[in-house]
């Protein structure tokens, strides 16, 4: 009967992986305190990493589960195995990790807790089919121009999501396509629709610190900001946060770059400065995709 059961859940869940509202997919409320319980020991409450953890364990870097952008690189099933059989993508075996004291219902919970906690590429870019994403390091020319408006050398590493258009069937999940010379061949780059990255940026007046992705089309120009909603109860609050944030919509980042405040924005100034912060990170982490493609397609020209 148990197995019966864990075969119906991963039967839904495939079939559903794109709709956060479809029902019996776990309940992520079981999920947050079922990771408070079994996970936040090395990956803290918010799945960011345990400090002490981190540096008890150098050699071992935890992902930051928090992050959306780490979030969209791995599938359920991916996430559900990892506590299962304790093998993490790539075939990594991370000792420790099977988790005998929970069973398959608990992994699901944990699993749509961890879902309900991030933003999702088609939210940004609702024709895309697939989508590469890819750490880059900022090159020195980038961070010279971060580094004068104050960011850290230790902010120097972007994770940047490229969608692609592409046909789609009805429920089926858009695709990663991996970082490599024969996937990267495939794609083409007319069928490159803009860029995303995900940043956790301080919001002014409350200091509260949100997780905020932000989109760009391919003229570098800012085409859409999303705030994650981590509490149902505080709906109206992330709304204003995103509001504040589509103030800067339109506004042309093709490299580092100080914006102003928009008129009429409360705070404007403030915010400003968080946001400029933000996609000046990103726009040179974009850049740093173009370079990478220009150096990957030059035989072809
Ligand atoms: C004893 C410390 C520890 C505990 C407890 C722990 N983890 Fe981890 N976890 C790690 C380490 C270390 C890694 C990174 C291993 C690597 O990438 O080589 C990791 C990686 C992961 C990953 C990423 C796997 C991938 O594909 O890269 C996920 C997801 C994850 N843990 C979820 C959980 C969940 C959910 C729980 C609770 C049920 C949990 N972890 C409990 C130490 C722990």
Partial sequence: MRQTLAFFVVALSIGTAAHADAPLRG????????????????????GKGFPGWKAAHPD?????????????????????????????QGERWIPGHAFASLGPLDRWNIVQWLRSR???????????????????????????????MGIGPDEM???VLTAYRGSR??????????????????????????????????????????????????????????????????RSQYQAYEKALSAFVGQQVRTATQLSAPRGLSDGVQWAQVVSRAVSLSAEAILMFEKAERARTAFDL
């Fill in 27 to 46: 309940d992520p409320e079981a999920g947050r305190s079922l990771f408070r319980t079994e996970c936040s020991a090395c990956h803290s409450f918010d």
């Fill in 118 to 148: 991030s933003l999702r590429v088609e939210d940004f870019f609702p024709s895309v089919a697939k989508f590469t994403a890819k750490e880059f390091q900022i090159d020195s020319p980038g961070s010279d121009r971060l580094e004068a």
């Fill in 169 to 234: 069937k009805p429920n089926e999940p858009i695709r990663l396509v991996p970082w490599t010379p024969v996937e990267l061949d495939l794609l083409k780059a007319s069928d490159r629709l803009g860029h995303l990255t995900f940043m956790d940026i301080q919001a002014p007046r409350t200091g509260e610190v949100i997780h905020v992705g932000f989109a760009f089309d391919l003229d570098g120009k800012l085409a859409a900001v999303r705030v994650r909603h981590d509490d149902p109860a505080r």
């Fill in 60 to 88: 071992r870097p935890l992902p930051d589960l928090s992050n959306t952008a780490f979030l969209v690189t791995r599938s359920d099933e991916e996430l559900h195995a990892v506590m299962t059989t304790g093998m993490a």
């Fill in 157 to 159: 590493r972007v994770v």
